[in-house]
């Protein structure tokens, strides 16, 4: 059965830096793309970057460009994503996804995904 498990969400103070975990149980991250994605209270799930299964990052979204890097470590079966710069406008739950139709080229698009996560909460708050 292939799941998806998010941690590493939490508290913390504007400025700061996170750490997210989408570790895999059931299937190798190797054979799929995986995406971060997140959804603010009222709002639409935001795609926010991608990585193939060949370690090439797809892209990242210009709100989080130049602060955010999605990385894979194959044998842990886990991607990351690394948070810096944190401001509150990042707070929302944050959700990895797999597909292995778009393995080698991503997408930005939740609805290209099949596989998700629970998701994780990310708060920044003073």
């Known amino acids: 059965q292939l799941k998806l498990v998010e941690s590493g969400g939490g508290l913390v103070q504007p400025g700061g830096s996170l750490r997210l975990s989408c570790a895999a149980s059931?299937?190798?991250?190797?054979?799929?793309?995986i995406g971060w994605f997140r959804q603010a209270p009222g709002k639409g799930r935001e795609g926010l970057s991608c990585i193939t299964s060949v370690g090439s990052t797809n892209y990242y979204a210009d709100s989080v460009k130049g602060r955010f890097t999605i990385s894979r470590d194959g044998a842990k079966n886990t991607v990351y994503l690394h948070m810096n710069s944190l401001k509150p406008e990042d707070t929302a739950v944050y959700y990895c996804?797999?597909?292995?139709?778009?393995?080698?080229?991503?997408?930005?698009?939740?609805?290209?995904?099949?596989?998700w996560g629970q998701g994780t909460q990310v708060t920044v708050s003073s």
């Open positions: 059931g299937f190798t991250l190797d054979y799929y793309a």
């Open positions: 996804a797999a597909d292995q139709a778009i393995m080698f080229k991503c997408s930005p698009w939740p609805a290209d995904f099949g596989s």
